[in-house]
């Protein structure tokens, strides 16, 4: 490559336009040291070359004046803002460090025990939930090691220091299995009773649309106490207790403690039950919503039971054996396009 390139070639260069070769040439020639010399010269010809041009002109060098006093003025404004900001931010580190240096002094001198005491308090206040959804059955295991079952739109809330105060709070329907703790009971606590047991296996009802709420026990001993002290009863295996929210009355009959916990299994049983409680038990098994039409429908009384049937065989196999009919609605989306629940119609055969 040649030690020199011409004025044409850098000032084309220097303008944008300049071909490959020339691109390689001014490349070439720029990394070679004893090359300083020759840009410097080649630059100061291009400057009078540009000022012979303008001579004169009074506007562009104004122009150009202007531009670089701008410059300078814009540079030192943002010298300025920049220092303003900084002592600014030393400021607000200054007040926040005042409370920060309080808290650490205080945290370094408070005995640790009581450092610990306070942090344990914090993490025993929070709650830890479980939750069935709708149409559905959910397992679940406690720190204790007790399990049990969610039914269909349930909700199991416990705190997170549960060891030392097995005590849970339910609304819905769930079935326990209670491991058996001599120096610490277990508590199911619903919205107007305390179930409380050491070791056993039961199920509580005690939805929040229900008027009722029941207990059956199906092996060991609970003892049920009304909330507000209207009533406390100790259940043995196979009975049931259920208290009427509406006539506030207590209630206890001899069962079969396994057709009220079959659920859990998949078994949908109804025990000689009104039509309308039957459509409460379907709209919670399969998510949808039942409308029955007539009130004297209502009370027509059902027995069956189902193993994991889909809705329209357990419908089908109803009206089979009784004086209705029925009508399942295709599935709407609300405005948010999610798909609403499926409505069914019941209505007399007659």
């Not at 709209?283 to 009384?301: A, C, M, P, S, T």
Request: aromatic share 10%.
């Amino acid at each position: 490559m040649d030690d020199k390139i011409s004025d044409n070639a850098f000032l084309n260069y220097s303008a944008g336009k300049y071909s490959y070769n020339d691109y390689l040439k001014v490349k070439d020639w720029l990394s070679q040291p004893h090359s300083n010399n020759g840009i410097r010269t080649l630059l100061l010809r291009q400057w009078n070359a540009f000022v012979d041009q303008h001579k004169g002109k009074r506007s562009f060098s104004d122009h150009v004046f202007k531009n670089i006093h701008y410059s300078i003025l814009l540079e030192e404004k943002n010298l300025r803002e920049s220092r303003r900001l900084w002592n600014r931010y030393r400021q607000i580190a200054a007040v926040l460090l005042i409370p920060v240096l309080l808290f650490l002094l205080w945290d370094h001198l408070s005995p640790a025990s009581s450092r610990l005491l306070s942090r344990t308090e914090d993490i025993e206040q929070d709650f830890v939930e479980i939750n069935a959804p709708e149409g559905a059955r959910s397992k679940f295991c406690l720190p204790d090691s007790s399990c049990g079952w969610l039914n269909s739109g349930s909700k199991l809330k416990y705190r997170a220091a549960f060891i030392r105060d097995r005590r849970v709070e339910l609304i819905g329907e769930a079935y326990f299995e209670v491991k058996r703790r001599e120096q610490s009971g277990f508590t199911v606590s619903v919205a107007d009773m305390d179930v409380q047991v050491l070791g056993t296996k039961f199920n509580v009802s005690a939805y929040a649309d229900d008027h009722f709420t029941s207990v059956v026990l199906k092996e060991g001993k609970v003892n049920v106490m009304g909330r507000k002290g209207n009533f406390s009863h100790t259940l043995h295996p196979d009975e049931k207790i259920t208290f009427n929210q509406r006539s506030k009355s207590v209630e206890v009959a001899d069962v079969d403690a396994g057709r009220y916990t079959a659920w859990k299994d998949g078994y949908l049983i109804i025990e000689d039950e009104q039509l309308e409680q039957v459509a409460v038990s379907l709209e919670r098994w399969y998510n949808v919503d039942v409308d029955i039409i007539g009130e004297k429908l209502k009370h027509y009384r059902l027995k069956a039971t189902f193993k994991e049937e889909p809705l329209e065989e357990v419908l089908r196999l109803i009206a089979k054996s009784t004086p209705i009919q029925y009508s399942i609605s295709q599935r709407e989306t609300d405005p948010n396009g999610v798909f609403k629940k499926r409505k069914i119609t019941i209505i007399s055969r007659y």
